[in-house]
């Protein structure tokens, strides 16, 4: 229970500053009271509440599973596997990722309305669903080299350094209209579902292999799944 006050707290605390501009904003250079007070209230404590639980259920739940599964992997021994494990952990937490969904309907239906595809459902449905395993099978190989890399012991700024430099020899060669929705795709894959999975997977296994520092090893793993999307879904475009 205290645990729970204090992660309820907690939220209070992280959306206080939101209240705060936007209470500023309003009533200071708007001028204007805010419409549906009660309505905006009843959201604000609905936001707390699920801030909250998630983020308590990540500490229960999520954090535990990622760590005790890398733990184990490494007790086993068998590399294939462990990579084997990374990439379908990365491939399907993206695939449930609901930003990333959002986005590939968002783009599917401007695209569409841009005449870069037809504007009826199946065309929407194959580019959004194109969009999304596209971004997934890139997340997945992200984190499969990120396991090698911990497992190898590779410094990450030079596997950081030659993706962007990758990206932008592929942005010069990509549609424009394409562009702009590989960066996003880089975002919204790292957001509630693949970032605690991920997260404890890279700290679990940096902590369970002698000589790899869970400080140093053990992050970067959700910078490779920021980075090959935007690879990936430009790629993407200029063959699709």
Not at 27 to 33: F, P, S
Not at 41 to 48: A, D
Not at 50 to 63: A, N, Q, Y
Request: proline content about 4%.
């Amino acid at each position: 229970m205290k645990a729970l006050i204090a992660a309820l707290t907690g939220s209070v605390r992280d959306l206080l500053p939101i209240v705060l501009v936007i209470a500023f904003f309003q009533a200071v250079v708007l001028r204007q009271a805010l419409p549906n007070i009660i309505e905006i209230l009843g959201g604000l404590l609905m936001v707390v509440i699920g801030l909250t639980l998630f983020i308590r259920g990540l500490e229960i739940g999520l954090f535990p599973v990622g760590e005790n599964m890398a733990n184990a992997f490494a007790r086993k021994g068998s590399v294939i596997w462990l990579l084997l494990f990374a990439f379908c952990l990365g491939f399907g937490t993206t695939v449930a990722e609901p930003a990333l969904i959002a986005v590939a309907a968002e783009a599917a239906s401007v695209a569409a309305e841009g005449g870069v595809i037809e504007n009826n459902e199946d065309a929407l449905a194959q580019y959004a669903n194109g969009l999304r395993m596209t971004v997934a099978l890139s997340v997945g190989i992200a984190i499969l080299v990120g396991v090698l890399r911990i497992l190898r012991g590779w410094p990450i700024q030079y596997l950081i350094v030659g993706g962007y430099i990758m990206v932008i020899i592929v942005t010069m060669f990509a549609p424009k209209e394409i562009i702009g929705i590989a960066y996003d795709s880089g975002g919204v894959t790292t957001s509630t579902i693949t970032v605690p999975l991920v997260t404890a997977l890279g700290v679990g296994l940096a902590s369970s292999i002698k000589g790899r520092n869970p400080m140093i090893d053990g992050f970067g793993l959700i910078a490779f799944a920021s980075l090959t999307p935007m690879i990936f879904v430009m790629i993407y475009g200029i063959v699709f």
